[in-house]
């Protein structure tokens, strides 16, 4: 019996192109927000770490290495916004409890990228002059990490327990004893 299904997972045949949401069952939105939201955990860890050795050689390192880390962050989820902007004016119905969910992680986010961008410009003001963070910068960089984990829990709610932008199997033949892959658009007719 095959062990591996490749194919169906990486093609876009058989998917119907959205725009900015990107292709049914492969969205843009997603995959998108990973990276700024590690990227803003990692930062406030690499602040905290250069605030606890900030008397040794090598806190300058890990400051510098949080400030590239939040830009990275920051230049990422400008295109998660705009494609998440995009879902929720396009897949989102007025009224309904998804798009309150919606509507929360929209401005969790939002939060978070203007904290982000101003713990970005205290970071570039004195990124040549401090060895480690500054208070200031510490507590952003803990309040953007705490934020951006609870507005991606609200955008994990959307997708796991409300099945947003999720193609649905139904009796999907993909869950059938076979040997053949289905492809997308395929109903293994």
Request: avoid cysteine; proline fraction near 6%.
């Given at each position: 019996m095959r062990k591996f299904s490749v194919r169906p997972t990486l093609t876009l045949r058989g998917r119907k192109f959205k725009g900015l949401r990107g292709w049914s069952g492969k969205p843009t939105h997603p995959p998108l927000t990973d990276f700024p939201v590690a990227a803003y955990i990692f930062g406030a860890v690499l602040d905290?770490?250069?605030t606890l050795g900030r008397r040794?050689?090598?806190a300058r390192d890990f400051f510098r290495a949080g400030t590239y880390v939040f830009i990275g962050g920051a230049t990422v989820s400008v295109l998660a916004a705009l494609t998440g902007f995009w879902d929720w004016l396009r897949s989102t119905e007025k009224g309904t409890q998804a798009r309150r969910t919606a509507n929360?992680?929209?401005?969790?986010?939002?939060?978070?990228t203007v904290?982000?961008?101003t713990d970005i410009a205290l970071r570039l003001n004195v990124y040549h002059t401090r060895t480690h963070p500054s208070v200031a910068i510490l507590v952003l960089s803990i309040v953007v990490a705490a934020l951006v984990s609870v507005g991606a829990t609200f955008g994990g709610s959307l997708v796991f327990e409300y099945g947003f932008n999720v193609e649905t199997a139904g009796d999907s033949p993909v869950w059938h004893r076979s040997e053949t892959d289905v492809m997308p658009g395929d109903h293994g007719d």
């Open positions: 905290i770490v250069a040794e050689p090598w929360t992680h929209a401005w969790a986010m939002m939060a978070v904290l982000a961008l």
